[in-house]
């Protein structure tokens, strides 16, 4: 869709090189190219070199997610050696895909997220600090996790415990399923978390998300030189709302007129202020909710990888069409030195108050 949008502006056929080329040894680009960084996918051999393992994950396998966001990072390293223009900054890439990091980033720059536990080694340890938070509904997420995997919606009243999440556990290991489980028993969600409390835990507060309907809803912004540019709703009737986990795309429109044009237009700037925290980088995909009441609104994720929204067009373009647009037509330059010089200043001026 990327290549189609590039040949659509008129512009030569991109190059490609693919990550397991990158991660064996080949050349970077040349300091004279235009790179963009698309998600490593799902394909066994990256991910087995991406973990640096002997051997391929088995399929859904939830493992070695600390090493594989390891590898990623070597590997945009790789990309940037020869000296190339990304569009994708490394760095602003790490914070991203690290959900401790990149939360405190959008907190710290005054973005309304929801509030985390500090950091937890287990379930003993999630339900101490649970407890000390006054909180009974928290989803705990894989550090390094992406589309929903490993993530678990979590709900405790005294010794009655829920977990709805996508890891399938069996005696073999843990394993990333498309169909949401849901478990009651605390042994086995206590041995869940234990086996994922390794490759490193966030844990935030569940905030109680609007509804349309019969579903609970959220969107997915892209954000693209840092205008909100497309936007697709997520309706499910659990707690996950991932599309690919089988739930619905929802009514923009009807969201909208649900939201009211100044809570709307509040959640965008929002959205601006995100895109702000990270300068470098052409096009991010915000997850956003509105709250039940529809006046207040939080940021669940930021995605490094999240404009894939087939058949979303905003003036006849798509996002990848967009973001060609914005860098051909120099709104993504205008934009970069501007995101740079505010970030300096938020950097600066806290140090000489």
């Given amino acids: 869709m990327f290549t189609r949008a590039v040949l659509d502006a008129g512009l030569p056929r ?4 693919p990550w397991a080329d990158v991660l064996t040894g080949a050349a970077p680009p040349a300091p004279d190219a235009l790179v963009r960084v698309d998600s490593p996918g799902e394909d066994p051999e990256v991910d087995r ?53 990149c939360h405190a980033r959008l907190s710290a720059a005054g973005v309304p ?5 500090p950091p937890v080694g287990g379930w003993a340890e999630l339900r101490a600090a649970m407890a000390a938070a ?50 009651t028993d605390e042994a086995q969600v206590a041995a869940i978390v234990d086996r994922l409390a390794p490759e490193s835990l966030h844990v935030e507060r569940w905030l ?8 609970v809803v959220d969107l997915r912004v892209v954000v693209v030189a840092g205008r909100p540019t497309h936007a697709v709703v997520r309706a499910a009737r659990g707690p996950l709302t991932n599309l690919h986990l089988g739930n619905a795309r929802g009514d923009l429109a009807a969201l909208r007129a ?15 202020r995100v895109a702000g925290c990270f ?26 990888f999240g404009d894939l929204l087939p058949g979303v067009l905003t ?29 300096d200043e938020r950097e600066v001026l806290p140090c000489g108050a």
């Avoid at 991109?14 to 090189?17: C, G, H, I, K, R």
């Avoid at 300068?279 to 490094?304: C, K, S, Y």
């Fill in 279 to 304: 300068p470098r980088t052409l096009q991010v995909g915000i997850d956003l909710m509105f709250l039940v009441g529809w006046r207040r609104h939080a940021v669940a994720e930021v995605n490094a």
């Fill in 315 to 343: 003036d006849g373009r798509d996002t990848y069409a967009e973001q060609v647009q914005a860098v051909t037509d120099g709104r993504w330059e205008r934009w970069r030195a501007a995101a740079g010089r505010a970030l």
């Fill in 208 to 215: 109680p998300k609007a509804g349309l309907g019969d579903r």
């Fill in 49 to 101: 070199l991406l973990r640096r393992s002997a051997a391929p994950a088995r399929h859904g396998e939830l493992v070695g997610l600390a090493d594989t966001y390891a590898g990623l990072l070597r590997g945009l390293d790789r990309v940037a050696a020869g000296g190339a223009e990304l569009l994708n900054d490394p760095e602003d890439v790490a914070v991203m895909c690290d959900k401790r990091r």
């Fill in 134 to 183: 006054g909180w009974s509904r928290v989803f705990v997420k894989p550090a390094h996790g992406s589309s929903a995997a490993g993530v678990i919606a979590l709900a405790v009243a005294g010794r009655r415990v829920q977990a709805v999440t996508t890891v399938e556990a069996t005696p073999e290991g843990l394993f990333n399923s498309l169909r949401p489980r849901r478990y």
């Fill in 113 to 117: 997220v929801p509030a985390a536990l």
């Fill in 258 to 272: 649900a939201a009211g044009p100044a809570a709307w237009a509040a959640a965008m700037e929002t959205c601006e």
């Fill in 14 to 17: 991109p190059a490609v090189l």
